[in-house]
């Protein structure tokens, strides 16, 4: 089946834009998870959805980020006035349920010049 | 409390060997040991993982070793491929994942 898809793969944007990431997770998966990578580091917590609420958003680093999964499906993360230190890999993960493994997909790779 | 320390930084490990790979936790609660790969310009993959309850867990050349008391746990991978050079993450979770800082490994033929 079809896992874990996140568009676009690569995004370009100028410090203080604003940009929107999109997640599809696995169908069916009711958890929705975002991380930050950054390079030669392993993946930052920042937000898990359980269904349409935010269950946890303790990792986003300020009120410039916020992510939204309206009909518990598809999530996107947005980022208002990027930052240079922005610039990382943001990946989604779902899973089918809180405690239970969770598969990644591919990621974005955000670069803010 | 939160962190997971994971070593070595790098491994080289010739063909045919055993690579071994080490983490350690603080927070006992967590409950959920997984082990990912990661290949360049990927996200990382889903490879092993573990709940406290077991001390080991293999699935064919992988293996986890659980170990409570010390808060300490492990992957080894058998008769190492160069099919297997990737960055390995440990992680831990009650239901976020925390994961240790990665090790490069380089299996040369």
């Known amino acids: 089946g079809a896992g874990v898809s996140q568009t676009p793969s690569n995004k370009v944007t100028e410090k203080g834009k604003y940009v929107e990431l999109r997640c599809d997770p696995i169908?069916?998966?009711?958890?929705l998870y975002w991380y930050r990578q950054s390079l030669g580091q392993g993946p930052e917590f920042l937000i898990y959805f359980q269904g349409t609420g935010a269950a946890d958003d303790s990792g986003l680093p300020n009120d410039r980020f916020f992510a939204v999964r309206p009909e518990g499906s598809v999530s996107t993360l947005k980022i208002q006035r990027t930052e240079r230190g922005d610039s990382a890999v943001y990946l989604c993960?779902?899973?089918?349920?809180?405690?239970?493994?969770?598969?990644f997909g591919p990621g974005t790779r955000l670069t803010v010049l | 409390q939160q962190q997971v320390k994971q070593s070595p930084q790098s491994l080289i490990v010739q063909k045919g060997g055993i690579s071994i790979i080490n983490c350690a936790y603080e927070n006992t609660a967590f409950d959920y040991f997984p082990w990912y790969q990661q290949f360049p310009g990927k996200g990382p993959a889903l490879l092993i993982a573990?709940?406290?309850?077991?001390s080991e867990k293999k699935e064919g050349r992988f293996t986890i070793s659980f170990n409570k008391s010390a808060k300490q746990f492990s992957l080894h991978i058998m008769d190492s491929q160069p099919g297997d050079s990737a960055t390995y993450f440990c992680a831990a979770s009650t239901d976020k994942l925390i994961f240790g800082t990665g090790t490069r490994l380089q299996v040369f033929p």
């Open positions: 573990i709940r406290p309850d077991v």
């Open positions: 993960a779902s899973s089918p349920g809180a405690h239970n493994e969770q598969f």
């Open positions: 169908s069916g998966h009711t958890a």
